[in-house]
């Protein structure tokens, strides 16, 4: 069991060190606990790294598995250990094709279970159609992605791991809406033009 999160620590040359947090997911408020006296969260985060100098698309594509991980941080030391926090949401409903689509909310400990309530919601709502026969699953998965970056603003990705070993469809006609990246609005527009264009939970319970 566990909440599991990502937490990937930005270094100057803008790649990024990703660590493993077993407890990170549950509600958001280890964005608190990381400082720059407390860089590891007293221990919540491990010491070990997964991944060294990395590029924020693969931490998405290699990394983030959105019906394993709830959650992803993204520390910048240099700016006093600020933390964008992020709320995985796994678009998918469990039968094993397509296991790889997930997308990425901002958001906050004091919006996060609003949140959380509403995609369950939204996800199960569209799980009875698909049941009932009223809506394809290819069809409810492209209204559920285009809700989730219309009204919470989210960046859907591809986790490209499930499709190398075999969970994912890895075709069938189905043309997801392209990944992109949700750049912190406090990087400057130098900033934004000197990092490549990346990539781009909850549900993962969901029928």
Do not use: N
Request: aromatic share 8%; with cysteine.
């Amino acid at each position: 069991m566990g909440h599991r999160a990502l937490v990937a620590y930005r270094r100057p040359d803008s790649l990024y060190d990703l660590r493993y947090s077993h407890w990170g997911g549950e509600d958001l408020t280890l964005a608190d606990e990381i400082t720059g006296t407390t860089p590891l969260a007293d221990g919540a985060i491990e010491g070990a790294l997964l991944a060294g100098s990395i590029t924020r698309d693969r931490i998405l594509t290699d990394h983030l598995d959105p019906c394993v991980h709830e959650a992803l941080y993204l520390v910048d030391p240099a700016a006093d250990y600020a933390v964008d926090a992020f709320r995985v949401c796994w678009l998918e409903w469990g039968d094993g094709r397509d296991g790889g689509r997930g997308a990425l909310v901002a958001t906050d400990p004091d919006e996060d279970r609003r949140l959380r309530i509403w995609f369950r919601a939204t996800k199960t709502a569209l799980a009875d159609i698909i049941e009932m026969g009223a809506l394809s699953r290819r069809a409810a998965q492209s209204y559920l992605e285009a809700r989730v970056c219309e009204e919470e603003q989210g960046t859907v990705y591809t986790y490209t791991e499930s499709l190398a070993d075999g969970t994912g469809d890895g075709g069938g006609g189905y043309t997801p809406t392209p990944d992109r990246w949700i750049e912190p609005e406090r990087q400057t527009d130098v900033e934004r033009d000197d990092e490549p264009d990346g990539a781009g939970g909850i549900g993962a319970g969901d029928p």
